[in-house]
């Protein structure tokens, strides 16, 4: 059974920084990816990073927030800079099942990953 654990979220003030871990386990994956999703929107996409470490991001954070993955461990990171209000929301860690065929990719739909965390808030004090 995969499970995937998140954690690292809290309160920073702006311009601070966090950085969150997601543990999986229970399978292999391809793309291993961050989404987040503030009160009232919808869950959009952070930034995900493949079996071949190449990574992709939101416009919104590129430059401020960094993905890296720990095969070994088998979690996936996200080290947040530079945090503003509307970095607030709850973000969710997301895992694609492990295909041959599909590790090169680097997804950035929802209804492209196969395995969901339950999320942790980040919350960002103006």
């Known amino acids: 059974q995969v499970q995937l654990v998140e954690s690292g979220g809290g309160l920073v003030q702006a311009g601070g920084s966090l950085r969150l871990s997601c543990a999986a386990s229970?399978?292999?994956?391809?793309?291993m990816a961050w989404f987040r999703q503030a009160p009232g929107k919808e869950r959009e996409f952070v930034a995900t990073v493949n079996r071949l470490t190449t990574t992709r991001y939101a416009d919104s954070v590129k430059g401020r927030f960094t993905i890296s993955r720990d095969y070994i461990k088998n979690t996936v990171y996200l080290q947040m800079n530079s945090l503003q209000p509307e970095d607030t929301a709850v973000y969710y860690c997301a895992t694609v099942q492990f295909k041959s065929s599909t590790r090169t990719r680097t997804p950035i739909r929802t209804d492209e990953y196969d395995y969901w965390g339950r999320g942790t808030q980040v919350t960002v004090s103006s």
């Open positions: 229970g399978g292999s994956f391809n793309a």
